[in-house]
Nanobody, 118 residues
């Protein structure tokens, strides 16, 4: 059974850090592009970051550039999103997704809540 599990969310103060994990079962993540998305209450889902399957190139939304970093650990079949210098506007449910390319995703995880508040 193909499954993506996002974890690592929580409550953090502004300026703090969190590392989200996206673990796959039923398929090998390194054959797929992996994207992170987020959706805040009352807002549309937005793409945060993506790492490609072929050359490992990465992309980031302008709002997170310089603060977030996406990476793979193929041995653990897991992709991470390191989030630093968190801001209240980063508060959202974060989802990971897998697809052949960064513009098309087939499998979605269940989401993990990130709350940035003092």
């Amino acid at each position: 059974q193909v499954q993506l599990v996002a974890s690592g969310g929580g409550l953090v103060q502004p300026g703090g850090s969190l590392r989200l994990s996206c673990a796959a079962s039923g398929f090998t993540l390194d054959n797929y592009a992996i994207g992170w998305f987020r959706q805040a209450p009352g807002k549309e889902r937005e793409g945060v970051s993506c790492i490609s399957s072929n050359d490992g190139s990465t992309t980031y939304a302008d709002s997170v550039k310089g603060r977030f970093a996406i990476s793979r650990d193929n041995a653990k079949n897991t992709v991470y999103l390191q989030m630093n210098s968190l801001k209240p506007e980063d508060t959202a449910v974060y989802y990971c997704a897998a697809g052949r390319i960064c513009s098309s995703f087939r499998y979605w995880g269940q989401g993990t809540q990130v709350t940035v508040s003092s």
